[in-house]
């Protein structure tokens, strides 16, 4: 502690000589010794302005926009103007454009490229990968894995261990479990879970443990697949940890490394509340993510030689703040358009039934005047998963609020469910953060931490 407080002496008497002599201190920020990276999934700059009108209102600050510097990137993938989360993933963990759908592999679909986190690793820096998401999804996977499509889960999640990444917390246990043993899907007889104890790995199922775990190689797995959305925690019952918990019990564990630590931090449901149209569910995410931010500030103002940066790494339906955008609404809705689709009853032709349609809409949004044609519109999906019933849910209440969002029908036309090539947003605090200032391509960002680290991506 006295170290501590002694260091933190030294470090003000450093800044104040610095501020002394401006030409020195200008070129060269102080080392960087942990990056804290941060990534809004589909956290366009519609869900942020979204947070701030619902949150703080629209003169308050989120976390993320009280930073010194300010950015803007671009996100086209190798072959789409408009990417999905794996090529915006590599771009974001390896400096390198691919195709949509393909892990930290260049577009040729099978040679990996190296990614920060690899990168930090080979210098000795303890690392970890946190998400809402199944742990082996789209975004953590590009920091930790290297697969030509993302949808390989069996093997993203064994990657993932092999990779001895120190914390792993999300979502997502199918996939570490064998068929027949807990939750467990895979085919190959692999007991993950067990595996990762043989490792030296705590592994902890629920928030509770979470918090009690110590020692320094952590596997959380909160849930077979996504963790719940915030707002269906409660109706659920469920002992998930937010966000900003699974946050702190990271940089807890990854800062005792004297060489300091990489870790990659994602609110992944933003993203799936905004596929489904689903503004109350963006704000509710938008509120976690947030929260988790203010954790990660805290940190990096407590530990000066630590760059916290948080983007996101892609525009997801392309939400805008419409001037009739009907607030009371937003505020009426209790839970996921997901939740409700789980709550509809089926007829004996397997055709969701009127009366449960307008029931989950009374009980869970307040709305007791659905027209006949709202009514078609869902039981138009009733052989499709719940999900994909709650992207029509969700854009019924979304065009009764007149949100600005992409249309159902182009939503349909597109191979990313309605991700736009919207720029995105770049909040940088920390040594260095002035390089993620201006107009970026998303692959500069994991190039300037990696210089600021120094260590180096693949070219
Ligand atoms: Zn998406």
Known sequence: MLRKRLFTVFLALLLSLALLVPAVSA????????????IGDGMGIGAV??????????????????????????????????????????????????????????????TPVTTILEAAQKKGLATGLISTNTIYDATP????????????????????????????????????FPAGVEDGVRKDGRNLATEAQAKGYA??????????????????????SYMNYQKDRAFLGTSEPTLAQMAAKALAI????????????????????????????????????????ALARDFAAAHPDTLLVVT???????????????????????????????????????????????????????????????????????KYPAYLVGYAIGSIIAARAHAGVVDPAVRALGHTGGHTGNMVPVYAMGPGASLFAGVLDNTQIPRRMAALLGVNLTE
């Not at 070129?27 to 941060?38: C, D, E, Q, S, T």
Request: aromatic residues 6%; without cysteine.
């Open 27 to 38: 070129a060269a920020p102080l080392p960087v010794k942990n990056v804290i990276f941060m």
């Open 49 to 110: 302005q979204l947070a701030r009108n619902a949150l703080v209102g629209p003169d308050g600050r989120l976390v993320m926009e009280t930073f010194p510097a300010l950015g803007l990137a671009t996100t086209f993938s190798a072959d789409n103007a408009v990417t999905d989360s794996a090529a915006a993933g590599t771009a974001l963990a390896t400096g390198h454009k691919t195709k949509n759908g393909m892990v930290s592999v260049l577009p040729d679909g099978t």
């Open 141 to 176: 996977a590009a920091f930790g894995a290297h697969w030509g499509t993302r949808g390989g889960s069996a093997e993203i999640a064994a990657q993932l261990l092999d990779h001895n990444i120190d914390v792993l917390l999300g979502g997502g246990s199918a996939y570490f």
């Open 203 to 224: 592994v902890v199922r629920d928030k509770d443990a979470l918090a009690a775990v110590g020692g320094t190689k952590v596997l959380g797995l909160f849930h077979s």
């Open 254 to 293: 990854l800062s005792q490394s004297k060489n300091g630590f990489f870790v990659m931090i994602e609110g992944a449901r933003i993203d799936h509340a905004a596929h489904a149209a689903d503004l109350p569910g963006v704000i509710a995410e938008m509120k976690d993510f947030n929260d988790a931010v």
């Open 312 to 382: 996101a790494d892609h525009d997801t339906m392309g939400l805008s703040v419409t001037e009739p955008l009907d607030y009371a609404l937003l505020k009426q809705v209790t839970v996921s358009p997901e939740f409700m689709a789980g709550k509809l009853e089926k007829d004996s032709a397997g055709v969701f039934t009127e009366g449960s349609i307008r029931q989950a809409f009374a009980t869970y949004a307040g709305i007791t005047d659905l027209t006949p044609q709202e009514v078609a519109a869902v039981q138009a999906q009733s």
